[in-house]
């Protein structure tokens, strides 16, 4: 398939949920870390990123932001109503948005059709890119602490009620998928 335009509204159209955050500075931030990644990746198509090299490919890595996204503000709209906890739902959904856009380099298209292992992917912390780009495009610390604290490769615990939200619907995405397809869930993981 040929190159698609790598535009604002390509990424939003393949991320609706980015349209759920009311501060427009913040969406268009992160759809335009979206960009920024996609525009210096290897991949003609973002549609074609994996979530994951150990799942099928048609688990792809903007279903899965999606699904995080959704998962995430249903969890924060709960813990609001029923516990009486402030939690910032627009900062939830930029960050289930971004935790894994650093994907889109740490994964290259393989020959053979899918995505594999890159070199920065080898040689970089998972969620490093991601923090990194979040940074330059001038986001909130807070923001970028919940995505480096996202996953279980880092030592940095969730500080932030914004963090532990999308660190836990992250696993449970994560681990609906890996049960479908027969393989080790996170949750049983040790480092
Ligand atoms: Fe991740």
């Known amino acids: 398939m040929s190159q698609v335009p790598i535009t604002v509204d390509h990424v939003r159209d393949l991320l609706p949920e980015a349209g759920e955050i ?3 500075d913040l969406c268009d931030s992160v759809l335009d870390v979206w960009v920024r990644a996609w525009r210096s990746s290897a991949w003609q198509q973002l549609s074609d990123v994996p979530k994951s090299v150990d799942l099928p490919s048609s688990r792809t890595l903007t279903t899965h932001s999606r699904a995080v996204a959704r998962m995430s503000a249903q969890m924060a709209d709960t813990v609001t109503q029923l516990h009486g906890i402030a939690v910032d739902r627009d900062a939830v959904l930029a ?4 935790h ?3 994907k889109i380099h740490e994964f290259e298209p393989a020959p053979a059709g899918g995505g ?3 070199t920065p992917g080898r040689r970089f ?7 990194h780009w979040m940074l330059e495009a001038g986001m909130d610390d807070d923001l970028v602490h919940a995505v480096i604290a996202h996953t279980p490769h880092s030592s ?3 500080q932030t009620q914004e963090a532990v939200i999308v660190h836990y619907a992250d696993f449970a995405d994560s681990d609906a998928q890996l049960l479908d ?4 869930l996170f949750c049983k993981r040790r480092p």
């Open 22 to 24: 009311a501060r427009k």
């Open 95 to 98: 960050i289930a948005l971004l």
């Open 100 to 102: 894994d856009v650093c």
């Open 116 to 118: 594999q292992w890159s």
């Open 125 to 131: 912390q998972h969620g490093f890119l991601s923090a």
């Open 156 to 158: 940095v615990v969730p």
């Open 181 to 184: 397809a027969g393989q080790r």
